[in-house]
């Protein structure tokens, strides 16, 4: 089995930040991209970010500038640095890992359970 493990949300003033964290553990063979998905209220999941085994990484349009996201392989985890955080943010933020399992022939995707994020005006 595969457990994603996520950590950093919470309540935060405008134009302030937080950090998301996301570890993965089990019998993982290799990850291959990982990203950080979000849902506000009343709205679909959709991409923030994703950065690649290679390092290269795509933003949400809303998100470029204000947001980065980073990898330690080596911790198999992924990180995710917001500021200047606004209400628009305001979401529940889901990991998500591209990865193969350990006898396992294709890759397939892992979700968190999701971490609420609450930006406050």
């Known amino acids: 089995q595969v457990t994603l493990v996520e950590s950093g949300g919470g309540l935060v003033q405008a134009g302030g930040s937080l950090r998301l964290s996301c570890a993965a553990s089990g019998s993982i063979f290799r990850i291959n991209t990982m990203a950080w998905y979000r849902q506000p209220p009343g709205k679909q999941r959709d991409l923030v970010a994703a950065?690649?085994?290679?390092?290269?990484?795509n933003y949400a349009d809303s998100v470029k500038g204000r947001f980065t996201i980073s990898r330690d392989d080596a911790k198999n985890a992924v990180y995710l640095q917001m500021n200047s955080l606004q209400p628009d943010d305001t979401a529940v933020y889901y990991c998500n890992v591209n990865m193969n399992r350990v006898a396992a022939f294709a890759a397939r995707d892992y979700w968190g359970k999701g971490t609420l994020v609450t930006v406050s005006s």
């Open positions: 950065i690649t085994s290679g390092g290269s990484t």
